[in-house]
């Protein structure tokens, strides 16, 4: 089915199945049927180790459009060359910005996947040393709400706003310490008719 005709379902790119869009892991969709995932740049890099998921996308710049279909813009997606560290079976669609993990690589995804320590799964520390979730809880994108405290995917209230602070001068701040004159001029400013 094609995306954006009222239908979550696309076609996996592997075995042709239905897709449903996934709240799990990140934002995406997953393929009951052969177990792959089919995620966005963003989401996919967010689930890896700084550098991993960029690695893959640079890795498929050079290559030749020869892997599946992307179900989105039907164009030949690119495989890395094999190279050590990268699975088998991974392919970018680099128009879409999309990227096919098939369940061969769920091992290596596992492997490099980010940690509770430097943030990843288990969300970072909160300022009481809790730890945030690592994702939404409506969409499974990652925890990262944006200034009004909404995810930044399906704009869901995932997070408290913060009350602005508001910091205003202090006028005593640079009251002078001694002088009659200085202190009697200091008077008379705060004692001034003011007209609004």
Known sequence: MTPGMGSDLLACPLCGS???????????????SCRARFLGLAPFEHLLQE?????????????????????????????????PGLPAGLAV?????QVLVPASASEWMTQYAVTAAAGGIGGPPAADGTFLPSECSSCGAPYEPDENGRCRYC???IAAIQAPVVL?????????????TTLMDLANTFLRPRRF
Request: charged fraction near 10%; aromatic fraction near 4%; glycine fraction near 8%.
């Open 168 to 180: 205003e001068a202090n006028p005593y701040a640079t009251m002078p310490t001694s002088g009659v």
């Open 51 to 83: 550098g991993v998921g960029s690695r893959v996308w640079v890795a498929c710049a050079a290559t030749a459009q020869s892997g599946p279909t992307c179900p989105y813009c039907s164009q030949s997606m690119r495989s890395p060359d094999p190279q």
């Open 18 to 32: 239905p897709m449903a869009a996934g709240t799990t892991a990140a934002v995406g969709h997953r393929c009951d």
């Open 155 to 157: 704009h869901t209230q």
């Open 93 to 97: 669609c680099r128009l879409c910005q």
